[in-house]
């Protein structure tokens, strides 16, 4: 039901914008967020954004990750810029999503996206 997109190969210093997009049967959607796992680490949170617009950001993207969202559209997109090679990794969009008959919410998330920062 996640749909992540926008990874690739930068440089350092370059910019990359991150969407992604949620589709089906969908009741609401509370949290949605961007996750990301280097090789060898364990997945941690880069980002996260409420329904009403709330951000939390990991220390060390503060100031140049921003995360925005589209409650109409149900998507959720990650600005990054001046990336280094320490953001590379694989980028994962979670949400927190009300579904089905009962409405259930279950936290769901995307196929993950890559995104290398050579420098």
């Known amino acids: 039901q996640l749909q992540a997109s926008g990874g690739g190969s930068v440089q350092a210093g370059d910019s990359l914008r991150l969407s992604c997009a949620a589709s089906?049967?969908?009741?609401?959607?509370?949290?949605m967020g961007w996750y990301r796992q280097a090789p060898g680490k364990q997945r941690d949170l880069v980002a996260s954004i409420t329904n009403g617009g709330t951000t939390k950001y990991a220390d060390s993207v503060k100031g140049r990750f921003n995360i925005s969202r589209d409650n109409a559209k149900r998507t959720v997109a990650l600005q990054m810029s001046s990336l280094n090679p320490e953001d590379t990794a694989v980028y994962y969009c979670?949400?927190?999503?009300?579904?089905?008959?009962?409405?259930?919410?279950?936290?769901?998330w995307g196929q993950g996206t890559l995104v290398t920062v050579s420098s």
């Open positions: 979670n949400a927190d999503i009300t579904s089905g008959v009962p409405p259930t919410l279950r936290m769901h």
């Open positions: 089906g049967s969908i009741f609401s959607i509370a949290a």
